[in-house]
């Protein structure tokens, strides 16, 4: 945040609209999980206001919008990689079925030259 | 001797000492938090049944919480912004609100860690109770850590502002920093544990 007194009014002033948002957020979050939709949606929706929740929270009471540093964002930039890497780790790994025994569709059928056979 | 760099910013970062620690431990704290969301995907995902949140979680005392956290997080914004101006008064008021508001979410919290406990809603009940005593309970240690930090800039380290204030302000800025995080993980734990 900038020293001049007038800037620092300036944003007391979005501070208090950042928190009108971020209550709105919360009772649109809890209405929105009432809603009688299929639980992908219901997870997509939360997540959603919960990101925007977040990002209003990170932009404006941590200042990071008008933080200018290169090492900060790289910092940063490195963390959300790695982040996003942890959020797609359980999907890969439940993805991943090497080694894991499989049936084959057929597995039950008669063995048809066998029974020829005798 | 004098620590250099804890008001003004280093050339080659851009930013003072204190805002760069704090950030790197912030980042680290990331990947704290995002390991167990991590585990709540793969635990979620593997689960052959998996309860809804309202099944074992009080949604309005946790919509409560919620507000409190962020009007914790909203004083402490505030206590910052009143030393910038430079009303120590407004900030020891606004910075006692930062210090009692998750006081009264951890009043909160106890009384429904005490609920689950008499319905023996242990973590050994299930996987979702599990995490959730997992993911709450880290976070409530964050909480204590954050009313600890903030109590010491309420009362005895304080002082500062009257010798040191820009030295003070960056201070209050980098728990300011902290305490935010806080709050921001509670924003995504809430949804996921108590609505989804």
């Given at each position: 945040m900038s020293g001049s007194a007038e800037d620092v009014r300036k944003h007391i002033a979005t501070y208090k609209k950042i928190a009108g948002a971020l209550a709105v957020g919360t009772v649109v979050t809890v209405l929105a999980s009432?809603?009688?939709?299929?639980i992908s949606l219901a997870i997509t929706i939360a997540l959603i206001i919960a990101t925007i929740k977040g990002s209003l929270v990170a932009n404006y009471f941590m200042h990071l919008g008008e933080e200018r540093s290169a090492w900060l964002k790289l910092t940063l930039g490195l963390t959300a990689v790695f982040w996003l890497a942890l959020m797609f780790l359980p999907i890969f790994t439940l993805s991943d079925h090497t080694g894991v025994a499989k049936t084959l569709?057929?597995?039950?059928?008669?063995v048809e030259h066998e029974a020829e056979a005798h | 001797m004098e620590i250099p760099y804890t008001v003004q910013a280093r050339p080659?970062?851009?930013?003072n000492n204190v805002k760069l620690g704090i950030w790197l431990f912030l980042a680290s704290e990331v990947m704290l938090f995002g390991g167990l969301f991590s585990a709540y995907v793969l635990l979620r995902m593997g689960a052959v049944e998996w309860p809804l949140g309202a099944e074992f979680l009080n949604i309005p005392i946790g919509t409560v919480n919620t507000a409190i956290l962020i009007a914790s997080s909203v004083t402490m914004v505030m206590a910052f912004a009143s030393l910038k101006l430079g009303d120590f008064a407004k900030y020891k008021g606004y910075m006692l609100a930062t210090v009692l508001l998750p006081v009264l979410f951890l009043c909160i919290k106890a009384y429904e860690y005490y609920e689950k406990v008499s319905h023996d809603?242990?973590?050994?009940?299930s996987t979702f109770l599990a995490i959730y005593w997992t993911m709450t309970a880290l976070h409530g240690l964050h909480i204590v850590g954050g009313i600890v930090v903030n109590s010491y800039f309420w009362g005895p380290?304080?002082?500062m502002w009257h010798t040191k204030p820009a030295m003070f302000e960056n201070r209050v800025e980098a728990a300011g920093l902290y305490w935010h995080f806080v709050d921001l993980v509670w924003i995504f734990l809430f949804p996921v544990l108590y609505l989804l």
């Open positions: 009432y809603l009688d939709v299929a569709p057929n597995a039950t059928a008669p | 080659d970062t851009g930013l809603h242990l973590p050994s009940h380290g304080s002082k």
